[in-house]
């Protein structure tokens, strides 16, 4: 009886199980997003403005990290718009395309300041669409804010999970 209480105890001993939710690597509680960098082409001024203000805003509303500048962060997400890409997805009869796609490519390097290490570098991509009919670069403004939208949320993700 007791040979099987020791077994017992030592299989619940070996069981390393956690049950943590999201988070980010030990030592880092604030973080630092610099103005994004374009090397897309894309040819939309605003771009890197854009990206770097949804993306920040993505991290104040999560809470998980607290937002700081560099002096007082602990990382800092760095990121490079790389590619975007504008292509036909619906095409009518009269091949008037009436929806189309644009897919953003971003490389992310997310640094420990402290040891001035990178804990990774990936390259994230998404889309939206939008409707090509009419309305000019309005419509295509929508079909950038979601692919946007969409890649500083699964930076966001990256950062703050599995872990």
Do not use: H
């Not at 880092?28 to 374009?38: A, E, G, S």
């Not at 997400?77 to 953003?104: H, L, M, P, W, Y």
């Amino acid at each position: 009886m007791r040979l099987l209480f020791i077994v017992i105890l030592l299989f619940f001993y070996g069981c390393n199980y956690s049950f943590r939710g999201a988070s980010p690597p030990e030592g880092i509680k604030t973080i630092y997003i610099p103005l994004v960098k374009d090397e897309s082409n894309f040819g939309e001024p605003t771009l890197p403005e854009y990206v770097t203000v949804t993306l920040k805003n993505k991290f104040i509303n999560d809470n998980t990290l607290e937002y700081a500048e560099k002096t007082r962060a602990d990382g800092m997400i760095e990121c490079t718009v790389k590619n975007i890409r504008d292509e036909a997805q619906v095409v009518q009869g009269n091949e008037q395309v009436s929806r189309r796609k644009i897919t953003i490519n971003v490389t992310v390097n997310f640094i420990n300041l402290k040891t001035e290490k990178v804990i990774w570098n990936k390259e994230f991509s998404n889309w939206g669409e939008y409707d090509s009919s009419g309305g000019g670069f309005s419509k295509r403004d929508e079909g950038l804010q979601t692919a946007v939208d969409k890649i500083c949320e699964d930076i966001l993700i990256e950062t703050i999970s599995n872990w």
